[in-house]
């Protein structure tokens, strides 16, 4: 088979683009969405610890309020949902939106943990999911937990991977059942309730707290160094021994 007839079959088959656009106008989404879950650290002497949820209810009805007031809308924004759980010391928060937002949100906490009155002192990425096709959270909220944290000083004896998949399948189990429990609108008393009813979908708060001390999983600041810095380029000549000879000397 020569060029021109390969060219002639190929030219009407879709490109993985096409594919993935058409998912997106299936489902009516401009752009791709991603999740983010993230365990943290609040400050200690931040003692209002509700502020924290609505700081980032506030930010994401900001977001939303000025996307619907732009002429020419951000054809990459996907509002949020998802929720924050906050603990006295803790808190475990899931994100669904565009990279955009996502990469924003890890900007303000890195602000946060960089300030000493900052309401985080420390934070880690447990899991991103890029391409997420369902969201499993109707809304953005937030849950006010007031158990306290119970100091296990012994290590778990799960591996860090058991950890990280167990606590993100409770919290996406979470969602999926406040999305089907919301029909259309979330009540907050399904939200109030949701600890007294459902035990199972909060993770364990000593698992939570070993994996903000792990430093095999990422801070804002280390993924954000993904998008921000220069790639090292490393190219064949560097790791050829002997060292090739130039072909004009340097000026």
């Given amino acids: 088979m020569n060029d021109t007839e390969r060219d002639f079959i190929h030219k009407d088959l879709p490109s993985l683009l096409n594919m993935l656009e058409s998912k997106n106008n299936a489902s009516g989404r401009k752009t791709i ?3 983010i879950i993230i365990v943290g650290r609040l400050n200690k002497n931040f003692l209002e610890k509700k502020k924290i949820g609505e700081h980032y209810e506030t930010l994401f009805r900001n977001q939303q309020q000025q996307q619907n007031n732009q002429k020419n809308p951000n054809l990459f924004y996907e509002k949020a949902t998802g929720i924050i759980i906050i603990y006295p010391s803790l808190f475990l928060h899931v994100i669904e939106s565009s990279l955009e ?3 924003d949100i890890l900007k303000d ?3 946060m943990m960089k300030d000493p009155e900052g309401m985080v002192t420390d934070a880690k990425i447990l899991n991103m999911a890029h391409e997420v096709h369902i969201r499993m959270f109707p809304v953005y909220t937030y849950k006010l937990m007031n158990l306290s944290l119970e100091h296990d000083s012994s290590e778990p ?3 860090l991977e058991t950890l990280v998949n167990d606590m993100v399948i409770k919290l996406l189990r979470m969602g999926k059942y406040l999305n089907d429990q919301s029909k259309g609108q979330l009540k907050k008393e399904v939200i109030e309730n949701l600890h007294e009813q459902h035990p199972e979908f909060f993770p364990n708060q000593n698992h939570a707290n070993f994996l903000i001390k792990n430093q095999e999983l990422m801070d804002p600041d280390e993924y954000l160094s993904f998008y921000e810095k220069p790639l090292n ?3 064949d000549s560097d790791l050829t ?3 090739p000879n130039k072909m004009f000397p340097y000026q």
Wanted: proline share 6%.
């Fill in 109 to 111: 906490m890195r602000s």
């Fill in 101 to 103: 937002t996502i990469k």
């Fill in 157 to 159: 004896s799960e591996s």
């Fill in 33 to 35: 969405l991603h999740r």
């Fill in 233 to 235: 380029i490393i190219i």
């Fill in 241 to 243: 021994w002997p060292a």
